[in-house]
């Protein structure tokens, strides 16, 4: 199956697509192509990485019920 795909460029792109058809011998479409399926292989790579959650670990103690105690919230905002 192919899908027509129209993009405007600016100045500097257009200039990057022209001069990587000519320094590759590829047609402007296989440059685009190739460049889109580096992308998304780096994207993916970056999405296996496990995200870290901020802060976690980083506590000792504390109130064991501050999410549900309703006493901890009498004073917020004064």
Same mark, same amino acid.
């Given at each position: 199956?192919? %899908?027509?795909?129209?993009? @405007?460029?600016?100045?500097? /792109?257009?200039? *990057?697509?022209?001069? #990587?058809? @000519?320094? #590759?011998?590829? /047609?402007? /479409? @296989?440059?685009? +192509? ?10 993916? *790579?970056?999405?296996? +990485?496990? +995200? ?7 506590? *000792? ?5 501050? *999410? %549900?105690?309703?006493?901890? #919230?009498?004073?917020?905002? +004064?």
């Amino acid at each position: 199956m192919k %899908t027509t795909v129209q993009a @405007r460029l600016d100045e500097e /792109s257009q200039a *990057a697509l022209k001069q #990587l058809t @000519r320094q #590759l011998g590829w /047609s402007p /479409s @296989r440059v685009v +192509r190739e460049g889109l399926l580096l992308m998304a292989k780096q994207q993916g *790579a970056h999405a296996k +990485r496990k +995200r870290k959650i901020v802060g976690l670990g980083q506590f *000792a103690g504390g109130p064991p019920d501050l *999410a %549900t105690n309703k006493k901890y #919230l009498d004073d917020l905002g +004064r």
